[in-house]
């Protein structure tokens, strides 16, 4: 429920080049003209400061994992940490789904699920990240810093990291012109990467569970328009349990509030 939420010119040109690099970076030429990756990286520098700085936005995008399919629409501040309030919808997969919205709120400490009937009596399920992080070993200790620094700029600087990006060309997004980035990372350097406070050996572990699922490659597309935001964001990672993730941003600066249910109407999950 939680991966999809999971990362443009600053002045400098823009490149159409279609050639990747290496995290060594490209070369200026003798003219002094930036390298196709060098533009790109220049170009995502700039796109990652102006949409972490805006705070917040509003989200919508679709997730496929296997036979499962969820789609999400709401709005998320990355201030101080994560809040969101979000309306999800699941079909397929080992739960199934009654295909009709849940509602799904998140705040730096945990995730609360309306199943749209009564548990145990309560109408509130609340993921503990800690909990989740202590019970689900290496996975839930990603979890739990994935969900503590999620921002849609995390995917830029993820790309910005590995040096791994080209420049597609221009494109049509929902009706806003913007600009396709592109690059691929290896299990290892995307579960490195995009990780902040999780041990060595949680790290290790998680690597085996991945290429044990067949995970070896991730490939993410980036789309940023021409005020330096991220409007939308693909990510596609080959499994036996193939996983393809696409998400929409929109409407940054928007307003959100997220209050968790009270105690009483909430159930902590087992």
Known sequence: MMAGLTACNGGGDKSNGTGGGSASGGSNDAAGAKSPLDAALASLKAAS???N?????KVEGTT??????QTMKGAMDWASGMHMSADITQAGGPMGGSGKPMKALYTPDAMYMNMGMPMGGKNWIKYDYDVMAKKMGAAGALM?????N???GRSVDLLIASGKVK???KEDVR???ATHYSGTLSVSELTRMQ????SEADLKSLEGQLQALGAKNETIDLWVSSDNLLVKKHEQMDAKSPYDSTVYYSDYGTKVSVTPPPASDTTEYK
């Open 64 to 69: 496929k994992n296997g036979a499962m399919t």
């Open 150 to 152: 999620n921002n849609p």
């Open 144 to 148: 739990k810093d994935m969900m503590n």
């Open 175 to 177: 009706g806003v012109q």
């Open 53 to 57: 700085g805006k705070n917040s936005a």
């Open 195 to 198: 990780t902040k406070n999780v």
């Open 167 to 169: 420049e597609v060309g």
């Open 49 to 51: 400061q102006q949409t």
